[in-house]
């Protein structure tokens, strides 16, 4: 069973960088598209970025030059480097992965950016 655990939210002031990671065990991740998603008080949870195994990147346009997505396979882990945070990015983060049919998340790290 694929385990996912995200850490490294916190509370930040706008402008300010954070870094996300979220650990994967129970499974080999490298082989599956994974993908950071967000979900802010009131509104329905978005796909930020996701990584294909390959390393192939997509981004909202919201985020984009802003947000880095990146893996490290030797280790199972997905990072979220955000830069220039904005108070519109404070929400709850989520990493995720589908294998086959079934969906893997996390149980999300909260982003809080002050103005």
């Known amino acids: 069973q694929v385990q996912l655990v995200e850490s490294g939210g916190g509370l930040v002031q706008a402008g300010g960088s954070l870094r996300l990671s979220c650990a994967g065990s129970?499974?080999?991740?490298?082989?599956?598209?994974m993908g950071w998603h967000r979900q802010a008080p009131g509104k329905q949870r978005e796909l930020v970025a996701s990584i294909s195994p390959g390393g192939t990147t997509n981004y909202i346009d919201s985020v984009k030059g802003r947000f880095t997505i990146s893996r490290d396979n030797a280790k199972n882990t997905l990072y979220l480097q955000m830069d220039s945070l904005k108070p519109d990015d404070t929400a709850v983060y989520y990493c995720?992965?589908?294998?086959?049919?079934?969906?893997?998340w996390g149980q999300g790290t909260q982003v809080t950016v002050s103005s």
């Open positions: 129970g499974g080999t991740l490298k082989i599956w598209t």
């Open positions: 995720n992965v589908k294998i086959f049919f079934d969906d893997y």
